[in-house]
């Protein structure tokens, strides 16, 4: 396993690279960050038998370098921690990301350029993945990049392609490579509403499993009813060739965000969608979320959320609400509980947790 202390060695160049950028160049705007919490979970590997109830200590550090100029945007940021458990049978793990940006702008259109490292806990990337909560690491390397153009002043045309590389050091889960390519066509249909014409491919390639190609096309609507309420709506249908248990369906989205109020905003977002993950095959997921911010004061807010999703492969629902208060300009400090059930053919199980967290930043 990989211990904190080990984990800093990923984490070492991108902090001098982000300490010294704000000597190259004016633009540069660094912002600094270190988080702490402490928590309980009463069943932390949410299983039906052999429940493990644990106290969870998490600390963190942030950085984050943005370089802007009028045709070009450049950001960097990283972030590394450590997670502790007071229960001896679960081991404590390390996390890093590395995320780089490049925009490149030109009067009538832009390109993009991505690349981004992950080592995640996959107590935390299976909770909505494949709901194995067990001990170890999640590898990911992501590869991105874009091309958008401006027919007019009311149409866009838009390239998108994408690359991941997943890999796990438990034999549990499936590693896999994929790789998405979109087209899209934006047009604004008046000022407060657009239409997004999309087609995609995506290669899903695990590897134990058979591989799996998928065919998409896709049509959204964009509409602002008022200037504190936005809408999208998609439908879509998808071809699959291929896969181990792949199945040909229709997909929709539809999320609405609304902030009516200065102490209010809402939001929820309905989806059905074709996944790939780290059970090796793809799977048609519905997913609900819902949350609802309230501030109570300029330095007190309140915080609820509800996500419930259901697949081939297990129901799961999970229900939190919290506070943040903030103490300075720069530090604040919260309290979360959160309930999750999940459910597949073999068992059911449920937990409760809390967690209390202090977050500072500087520049």
Aim: zero cysteines; charged letters at 20%; aromatic letters at 12%.
């Amino acid at each position: 396993m990989t211990s904190f202390y080990s984990g800093i060695r990923y984490w070492i160049t991108p902090l001098i690279l982000i300490g010294f950028s704000g000597s190259l160049h004016a633009a540069w705007n660094n912002v600094y960050g270190v988080n702490a919490s402490v928590g309980y979970d009463s069943n932390f590997r949410l299983t039906e038998e052999d429940e493990i109830e644990t106290s969870q200590t998490t600390a963190s550090l942030q950085a984050r370098a943005e370089n802007t100029s009028q045709t070009t945007n450049l950001a960097i940021s990283s972030s590394i921690g450590g997670n502790d458990y007071s229960d001896s049978e679960i081991d404590g793990e390390s996390f890093f990301d590395l995320d780089v940006n490049w925009i490149q702008n030109y009067e009538r259109s832009n390109y993009s350029l991505g690349a981004a490292y992950m080592l995640e806990p996959t107590a935390e990337t299976e909770v909505l993945d494949t709901g194995a909560i067990v001990d170890g690491s999640r590898d990911t390397v992501i590869l991105t990049g874009g091309y958008r153009y401006n027919l007019s002043q009311s149409s866009t045309i838009s390239l998108d392609a994408s690359f991941s590389d997943v890999t796990y050091d438990s034999d549990l889960f499936n590693e896999f490579q994929e790789a998405n390519l979109f087209i899209n066509y934006n047009l604004r249909a008046d000022s407060n509403s657009s239409w997004t014409y999309s087609l995609g491919y995506t290669d899903f390639d695990p590897e134990l499993n058979e591989e799996a190609e998928t065919l998409v096309a896709t049509i959204g609507y964009q509409l602002s009813t008022s200037a504190a309420t936005d809408m999208n709506f998609t439908l879509g249908y998808t071809d699959v060739s291929g896969g181990d248990d792949a199945s040909d369906g229709g997909v929709f989205s539809f999320t609405v965000t609304n902030a009516s109020d200065q102490r209010n905003t809402y939001s929820l977002s309905l989806t059905r969608d074709i996944l790939s993950g780290g059970g090796g095959e793809l799977r048609e997921q519905d997913t609900l979320e819902l949350d609802w911010n309230h501030r109570i004061s300029d330095r007190l807010s309140f915080d609820s959320s509800i996500v419930a999703l259901s697949s081939n492969l297990r129901d799961y629902g999970e229900l939190g609400f919290g506070f943040t208060h903030r103490l300075s300009n720069r530090t604040n400090i919260g309290g979360s509980y959160r309930y999750r059930d999940q459910e597949n053919d073999t068992e059911e199980a449920s937990s409760n947790s809390v967690f209390f967290s202090i977050a500072t930043s500087f520049q």
